[in-house]
C-alpha cells in the first residue's frame, strides 16, 4: 500500500513539475480530499515537491463583495503574463451553510486568464473554513509553485474582521475598495486596514472617478494613522479601473517593487518562517480536531453529555472538559453515563 502511494505521488509530482495544467489540477484536487487514503498520497506528494516551492510571489486579494475582484484580478493577471510571469490564481468561493455547496464562477469571469497558456485559474470551494479561504489553500499554493508558476494570487470570499487567514499565508495582502469615500472606510474594520500593504481603489473610470479619487485620498490618510506591519515598506493607496486599463500597470509595479524590497532586506523569508510555523500548529488543530470527532469513547461522552448541556444542566466549557478528558485520558473518566447518574443521586 505504502509503495503504491509512493509511486502515484512520484509519477503525478513528476507531471506537475514538467508543466502539465491538468495534472496540477489533478494534484489540487487530491489535496482537498478528505478520504484517508488520498490524504496519505497528497502528503508523500508536498514533501516530494518542498524542495521546489517557494518560488513565487504570493499576493492575497480581498475585497467586500461587488468590488471587482474578479475583474482586477485578471487585468492585473494579464499584465504580470504580458511582464513574462507565470501566473497561478486560486479563487476561493463562498459555501452555502445548508447544502455546502458552491458555484465556483471565478473562472467564468476570467475567460483570458483561463485560456492563457501561461495561466492556472482554479476555483475551490471555502467549505467551513473561516477566514476567506479554504482549508488547503495553503498546499495549492505550494503545487503551482512546484508547476513553476512564479506569481500566485489567492482571492478570498470576501472582505471583514475574519477574512484576514490570505494575510497570514501569502507574502503581499491587497485590499480593494470601492469609490465611496469616507462611508466605505467606516464599514472596514481597522485589523483588516493594518494588515493592507496596499489597498486599491477599484472603478476608477466614468462618473466614479472623482468618488474613486476622493476615496483614495481618504484612505491614504487613513494608513498613516495605522500601525505599520512592516519594518520595510510602507503601504500605499492607488485608483485602478479593469475596464479601461487605468492604474492596472502602476498597481502590478508596486507589487514587483515590494517583492524586490522585501527579497533585499529578508523580510520576506521571516514572513515565510513565521507562515510556516502557523500552519504547523493549523494543521495540529485540525487533526486532532479530526481525531477527536471520529473517537468512540467521544462519541459515547457526547451521548451523555449533550442532552444536559442542551438542558443548560451542565456548562458548555464543563462538558467539553470532560470529553477532552476523555480523549487525552481514558483513565480520567471511565464511564460518562455512570458520572452522570452518580451526580443525579447526590444531588451535585
Not at 479554504?134 to 508558476?149: F, M, N, Y
Not at 494588515?195 to 472617478?209: E, F, S
Not at 498597481?251 to 514587483?256: D, G, R, V
Not at 442532552?307 to 481514558?330: H, K, M, N, T, Y
Amino acid at each position: 500500500m505504502a509503495a503504491g502511494v509512493a509511486a502515484h505521488s512520484a509519477g503525478l509530482a513528476a507531471a506537475l513539475t514538467a508543466g502539465s495544467r491538468r495534472d496540477l489540477a489533478r494534484a489540487i484536487t487530491l489535496v482537498e480530499s478528505t478520504r484517508a487514503d488520498h490524504r496519505r498520497a497528497a502528503e508523500a506528494l508536498l514533501e516530494s515537491l518542498a524542495p521546489v516551492a517557494g518560488r513565487s510571489l504570493r499576493v492575497g486579494i480581498s475585497g467586500a463583495p461587488g468590488v471587482g475582484k474578479s475583474s482586477l484580478i485578471e487585468a492585473l493577471g494579464l499584465a504580470a503574463l504580458a511582464s513574462g510571469r507565470r501566473l497561478a490564481v486560486l479563487a476561493v468561493d463562498p459555501s452555502s451553510s445548508l447544502s455546502g455547496g458552491s458555484i465556483l464562477g471565478d473562472k467564468t469571469r476570467m475567460t483570458e486568464l483561463a485560456r492563457h497558456p501561461r495561466a492556472f485559474v482554479r476555483p475551490s470551494p471555502a467549505g467551513t473554513t473561516l477566514g476567506g479561504v479554504a482549508r488547503r489553500t495553503r498546499e495549492s499554493i505550494v503545487l503551482c509553485e512546484a508547476a513553476g508558476h512564479d506569481l500566485v494570487l489567492v482571492e478570498t470570499v470576501g472582505v471583514g474582521q475574519a477574512e484576514v487567514a490570505v494575510a497570514g499565508m501569502t507574502d503581499l495582502f491587497v485590499l480593494l475598495l470601492s469609490p465611496g469615500g469616507g462611508d466605505d472606510l467606516q464599514g472596514i474594520k481597522r485589523g483588516i486596514m493594518e494588515l493592507a500593504d496596499l489597498v486599491l481603489v477599484t472603478k476608477a473610470d466614468g462618473d466614479l472617478a472623482d468618488a474613486a479619487t476622493r476615496a483614495c485620498a481618504d484612505c491614504a490618510n487613513a494608513l498613516r494613522m495605522l500601525r505599520l506591519r512592516s519594518r520595510h515598506w510602507t503601504p500605499a493607496a492607488m485608483t485602478c479601473s479593469a475596464h479601461q486599463g487605468r492604474g492596472i500597470q502602476e498597481a502590478l509595479e508596486a507589487l514587483f517593487a515590494f517583492e524586490r524590497t522585501m527579497l533585499e532586506c529578508g523580510e520576506l523569508l521571516e514572513r515565510r518562517e513565521s507562515q510556516a510555523l502557523a500552519w504547523l500548529w493549523s494543521e495540529i488543530s485540525e487533526q486532532l480536531l479530526s481525531r477527536l470527532k471520529a473517537d468512540a469513547s467521544v462519541a459515547a461522552s457526547l451521548a451523555a453529555l449533550e442532552p444536559r448541556v442542551r438542558r443548560g444542566e451542565l456548562p458548555a466549557a464543563a462538558a467539553a472538559q470532560r470529553i477532552v478528558s476523555r480523549f487525552l485520558d481514558a483513565g480520567i473518566l471511565i464511564d460518562d453515563a455512570a458520572q452522570v447518574r452518580r451526580e443525579k443521586e447526590t444531588g451535585s
